[in-house]
């Protein structure tokens, strides 16, 4: 697994040698050593997109786990990357343009034509001149807000007053000489309120200067973007779910609290969800707690249980549909719907189990089932919520549900890194089957 400076040093020798101009936007001072941020923001020539990706694609030892293309963005997420405290992923953003709404407000041409290497003992590193970072910094925040990031507050203070000529010049290609000396005496004299004032002239004029210089391509960049954005609403980000299932005392808690952290950053977001979503009777289902006597409480009726089943069923699509996610994200299952074909009694069902397997035609289908067992004496050290002769019932038919629906069965009588691992590989397995050779190409 390549550390940091490997996996950058190759990255970028690999842009020089196939001539991809580029430059790190920001967070770049502790380049290639270690990182700033959570992701590495890179601007290149959108001709070179595909390229760029397959080049990260690449490098010995890496996995890419994820991709999420945006109108001038995609983010790239790749495993196999050691960094900062036992970090095993990154995020690489290739930027290709720097837009409002697909209106351009600074030039990626100029910036990368006026890209400099700051630092004699790190030849690779290229970054923006530093007024076109304050523009970035400023710009990127403030046309969503109207606000200052603070993260960046000083520098963009500092390059403004020692810069103001150079800044002045950039900004009057998208705004005007006036707009753009105002703008900038503003902020400088951090008056917030009228610089939040200003921002809806900005983009109007951001917006007017496109249409006037490159009318057709303005529009279509536009609309380029409506689109993108649009469909990331509808399809999501390519996320992927994986089920956890597995008799109590197979240790999913354990495993799971140690497969999340070194799963840090393979995705935009990590999230472990007990069971199921909750859309309704939130309170409720807050309020309810561990579960310590499984088998204590008695089955539900025929018609309670069906209903419940209908709103699991139910709050799966809307988790799925509604409310998915643009960004590429894991959602990690502690349990799943799958669960009460084995122990029914557990979730206090009392109807036929065949309207179980029918809802299994409707019920989201992970994209990888993850069953933990261990021998039965095992389980009984960890916990003895249930007989002997129920565990083992329990394990029996793990072993044959993981079968029916293709999972991967994992002994959980081992050394937790060791288990890790294994179950690593086959998420790795999956998120890698995800980015097809047509992504790669787009």
């Known amino acids: 697994m390549p550390s940091l400076h490997s996996f950058l040093t190759s990255l970028l020798g690999q842009f020089q040698e196939l001539d991809i101009r580029y430059c790190i936007l920001r967070n770049y ?42 109108a001038n963005m995609t983010a790239v997420y790749v495993h196999g990357v050691l960094w900062g405290k036992d970090h095993e992923a990154i995020e690489i953003d290739l930027i290709t343009a720097r ?8 030039s990626a041409e100029r910036i ?14 290229r970054t923006p001149a530093p007024y076109h970072e304050a523009i970035i910094s400023f ?36 705004l005007g000489p006036a707009l753009a000396e105002k703008l900038i005496r503003t902020v400088l004299a951090d008056n917030k309120e009228q610089t939040k004032q200003l921002r809806a002239p900005v983009i109007r004029k951001i917006i007017n200067y496109n249409l006037q210089v490159r009318p057709w391509n303005s529009l279509r960049q536009f609309f380029r973007h409506m ?38 950053y393979v995705a935009n977001r990590v999230d472990v969800v007990h069971l199921k979503p909750v859309f309704f009777l939130k309170k409720r289902n807050a309020s309810r707690g561990v579960v310590t006597e499984p088998h204590s409480k008695p089955k539900r009726s025929t018609f309670t249980s069906v209903l419940k089943l209908v709103l699991w069923i139910t709050e799966a699509w809307i988790d799925g549909t509604i409310c998915r996610q643009k960004s590429f994200n894991v959602k990690i299952f502690d349990r799943y719907y799958d669960d009460i074909l084995i122990d029914p009694q557990r979730y206090r069902y009392g109807a036929p189990l065949w309207i179980v397997k029918l809802g299994r035609f409707f019920i989201p289908k992970p994209d990888l089932y993850i069953v933990l067992i ?7 050290l960890r916990k003895q919520e249930v ?25 959980s009588d081992n050394q937790i890194d060791a288990i890790c691992e294994n179950i690593l590989f086959h998420v790795l397995e999956t998120m890698k089957a995800r980015i097809t050779t047509e992504k790669l190409n787009d």
């Open 387 to 411: 007989s002997r002769e129920e565990t083992e019932r329990q394990v029996r038919n793990y072993k044959l549900l993981a079968q029916k629906l293709g999972g991967v069965l994992v002994n």
């Open 112 to 125: 990368l034509d006026n890209s400099i290497a700051p630092f004699s003992n790190r030849p690779l590193i």
């Open 139 to 174: 710009l990127g925040t403030y046309l969503i807000t109207g606000d200052i990031k603070d993260k960046y507050r000083n520098f963009i203070f500092d390059v403004f007053s020692h810069s103001r000529q150079e800044t002045t010049q950039e900004l009057q290609f998208s």
């Open 374 to 380: 261990a021998p039965p004496d095992v389980i009984q």
């Open 29 to 70: 001072q502790e380049l290639p050593h270690d990182n700033g941020g959570r992701d590495i923001d890179i601007l290149i020539p959108a001709a070179d997109n595909g390229m760029a990706i397959r080049a990260i694609g690449a490098i010995s030892g890496v996995t890419l786990t994820g991709l999420t293309r945006r």
């Open 99 to 106: 837009t409002w709404k697909g209106f351009e407000y600074l």
């Open 227 to 264: 689109y993108t954005e649009l469909n990331l609403f509808v399809r999501g980000g390519g996320s992927i779910s994986i089920a956890f299932l597995g008799p109590d005392g197979a240790g999913k808690t354990t495993i799971l609290n140690a497969l999340t952290a070194r799963l840090q």
